[in-house]
T-cell receptor, first 112, second 112 residues
């Protein structure tokens, strides 16, 4: 019940295309859903996050879509660029001092 | 602003040797602190987290231990390293009671 299932494991997208990464969870107590971006040799960096009181959040080319009833959330990267090539992790946490539960990651490659 | 420091950036150690990795956070007080390990091309494995000085929660029984001697200092240790301890070790912090977690740039540990 503590798992966050992320798919796909890897993704290749043409430059200018839309990258979509999906995550699903079971724990209905989760109330915070961030996405992290990690480049090789670096720590993950917070990209965008959402709480379940909204169904969508957009920051620049990055959008989180959240479906509370289906217990799913996704990251959309519009106009994908080669510089977006990285590993993306979804995560979730419940209220209080509980650590994030991470998905297993998606390796995105954007090719020209 | 808050910053997190991890050192060293890379470390090569022989099997059976001791280990001490240090992480410090600046610009905040009483943070939650976390240690993660990431195997090559894999996801994030939570090793330890701490909500206060001397308070350590262990997520995975193993050859490692953690200590928090000061409010903003988190140390990962081992008495005798195993080959399986190789990996990318990441420290992270979060404010009390809510996310997000912010990661350091990690330590690449190679065991020979």
């Amino acid at each position: 019940q503590q798992q966050v299932k992320q798919s796909p494991q890897s993704l290749i997208v043409q430059k200018g295309g839309i990258s979509i990464i999906n995550c699903a969870y079971e724990n209905t107590a989760f109330d915070y859903f961030p996405w992290y971006q990690q480049f090789p040799g670096k720590g993950p960096a917070l990209l965008i996050a959402i709480r379940p009181d909204v169904s969508e959040k957009k920051e620049g080319r990055f959008t989180i879509s959240f479906n509370k009833s289906a217990k799913q959330f996704s990251l959309h990267i519009m106009d994908s660029q080669p510089g977006d090539s990285a590993t993306y992790f979804c995560a979730a946490s419940s209220p209080g001092n509980t650590p994030l539960v991470f998905g297993k990651g998606t390796r995105l490659s954007v090719i020209a | 602003s808050q910053t997190i420091h991890q050192w060293p950036a890379t470390l090569v150690q022989p099997v059976g040797s001791p280990l001490s990795l240090e992480c410090t956070v600046e610009g905040t007080s009483n943070p939650n602190l976390y240690w993660y390990r990431q195997a090559a091309g894999r996801g994030l494995q939570l090793l330890f987290y701490s909500v206060g000085i001397g308070q350590i929660s262990s997520e995975v029984p193993q050859n490692l231990s953690a200590s928090r001697p000061q409010d903003r200092q988190f140390i990962l240790s081992s008495k005798k390293l195993l080959l399986s301890d190789s990996g990318f070790y990441l420290c992270a912090w979060s404010p009390k009671g809510y996310q997000p977690q912010h990661f350091g740039d990690g330590t690449r540990l190679s065991i020979l």
